[in-house]
């Protein structure tokens, strides 16, 4: 989690064992800790990357994997 | 050359650095983003910025080089903050050589456009009485960005998803 996300989640990185099989398997379970992130975990103005990969849809998940969300971005 | 990290950034420094030994560059230009005072009329105390190790240098160095392809640059530089940067001190300098001075103008302008809206920080805002905002591209910033689009350009801008 980063930025305005992270702030409301109260952490930045952890780990879950057992991992979720898939993306969306994650995301019911982040919402469902944190209902107030449940719509910008799901947003389209989310980025979401996968082992600093992009992904756009749901993808299988597994030991290890890391995943990121992140806020609309805003540098310089 | 993308440099990120906490570390202050001396503009002065990296412009002389950056401008030595150069006889086949025409023009240099040179930009650099300071924390304001002022924001929206209340006063800063510092900007805190937050970014995504590995991501984000991955994908400054992506759109520099992209930028020094499509401007047919000599050499381009972008040293960005992170981290509590307090108010008056630069955030990020960008500085791009060419042949000609429209290539480096053009190339520096379209390379802060995207830092603006697409590169992978994230900035809050603490103002002097201690109140904190997080600060998200404006309308404005979107448009600028837009100006530098072109059929390709997607490959630049990590899209949304769905």
């Known amino acids: ?76 | 050359v993308v440099r990120i990290g906490p570390g202050r950034i001396d503009a002065e420094a990296l412009l002389t650095q950056f401008g030595r030994g150069r006889p086949d560059a025409g023009a240099i230009v040179s930009f650099t983003g300071l924390v304001r005072a002022t924001s929206d009329g209340v006063a800063v105390a510092a900007l805190d910025l937050d970014h995504y190790p590995g991501f984000t240098e991955a994908q400054v160095e992506a759109a520099a080089e992209r930028t020094l392809s499509r401007f047919e640059l000599l050499d381009l530089l972008v040293a960005h903050r992170v981290g509590p940067i307090p108010s008056g001190e630069t955030v990020v300098v960008v500085v791009a050589a060419a042949e000609h001075r429209r290539a480096a103008f053009e190339a520096t302008d379209s390379l802060m456009d995207w830092l603006k809206v697409a590169a992978p920080f994230w900035k809050r805002e603490q103002a002097s009485d201690g109140a904190v905002r997080w600060i998200e591209p404006r309308s404005k910033d979107h448009a600028d960005a837009a100006r530098w689009e072109t059929p390709n350009a997607d490959a630049g801008r990590p899209e949304p998803g769905g």
């Open chain 1, 1 to 76: 989690m980063f930025g305005r996300y992270a702030e409301i989640a109260g952490w930045r990185e952890r780990e879950l064992a057992p991992a979720p099989s898939k993306l969306s398997e994650l995301v019911a379970l982040l919402s469902a800790e944190e209902p107030a992130l449940g719509p910008d975990l799901r947003g389209r103005w989310t980025l979401v990357t996968r082992n600093l990969e992009q992904v756009r849809h749901d993808v299988p998940l597994g030991p290890g994997d890391e995943v990121a969300f992140m806020p609309p971005m805003s540098g310089g």
